[in-house]
């Protein structure tokens, strides 16, 4: 299965940003909630400045589960940093438009919760 939201987190996860903006719609609307926050904006330009102001880091999305349901893609995954390091969970999704572009992202991440219960939730009573 080949989704929208794992080419833009594999084009992202690149480090080419303006091509993982252009697989927004340019009026895109984003909510991205956030330890720090929540994030909410619109628009190409507006998520760009927003992936350019993140800490410049070796970060990769590792996709755990995805999937589609009329027009909505969905996946649950792990951040990673420097290929070795789990900073979190996250869960996205995305709505696509007729054109096949994201017109609707949201996004929540948790450095501490994972949807799929894991080794260390167990340790600490989650799992």
Do not use: C, W
């Not at 303006?18 to 991205?32: K, N, S």
């Not at 994030?39 to 755990?64: D, I, Q, S, T, W």
């Not at 990673?80 to 438009?97: K, L, P, Q, S």
Request: hydrophobic share 45%.
């Amino acid at each position: 299965m080949n989704l929208a939201i794992e080419g833009y987190y594999a084009t992202l996860d690149s480090g080419r940003l303006d091509d993982a903006v252009a697989l927004l719609a340019e009026d895109v609307q984003f909510a991205m909630l956030l330890p720090t926050g929540v994030n909410l904006g619109h628009g190409r330009a507006a998520m760009l400045e927003y992936l350019e102001g993140r800490p410049k880091v070796n970060r990769k999305h590792r996709l755990l589960r995805v999937a589609a349901d009329n027009g909505v893609e969905f996946a649950h995954g792990a951040v990673t940093e420097n290929e070795v390091t789990t900073t979190g969970y996250f869960v996205g999704a995305m709505h696509i438009d007729a054109d096949g572009l994201i017109d609707r992202y949201q996004v929540a991440f948790s450095a501490e919760f994972a949807l799929i219960p894991t080794g260390f939730d167990v340790e600490r009573g989650l799992g």
